[in-house]
Nanobody, 123 residues
Framework: QVQLAESGGGLVQAGGSLRLSCAPS????????MGWFRQAPGKEREFVAA????????AIADSVKDRFTISRDNAKNTVYLQMNSLKPEDTAVYYC????????????????WGQGTQVTVSS
């Protein structure tokens, strides 16, 4: 069974940093575009960042632009989300996802999802 496993979430003070990691089990996702989404309580899941299979193309949400960076290491079959200058409004469950397309910003284009990792930013 294909699974995506996120790690790296936790509690951090405003202005701090976290790096999320996503690694699949059961198969390789080297030829898949990868994305990060987040969902806060009572809100819809929203796009955060996406990266093509080669890593040459990325997309990032305006709300996190200049603070978050997505990257991938295909040798390690791992995708990262570096989050800097965190704000309380970044508090959410963060999900990793894989898509057969290149860079996708909508949830409907993603084929596989992780269980999510909680990120809490205190003020």
């Amino acid at each position: 069974q294909v699974q995506l496993a996120e790690s790296g979430g936790g509690l951090v003070q405003a202005g701090g940093s976290l790096r999320l990691s996503c690694a699949p089990s059961g198969r390789t996702f080297i030829n898949y575009g990868m994305g990060w989404f987040r969902q806060a309580p009572g809100k819809e899941r929203e796009f955060v960042a996406a990266i093509s299979w080669s890593g040459s193309n990325t997309a990032i949400a305006d709300s996190v632009k200049d603070r978050f960076t997505i990257s991938r290491d295909n040798a390690k079959n791992t995708v990262y989300l570096q989050m800097n200058s965190l704000k309380p409004e970044d508090t959410a469950v963060y999900y990793c996802a894989a898509t057969r397309t290149t860079v996708a910003v909508t949830t409907s284009l993603y084929n596989f999802w992780g269980q999510g990792t909680q990120v809490t930013v205190s003020s």
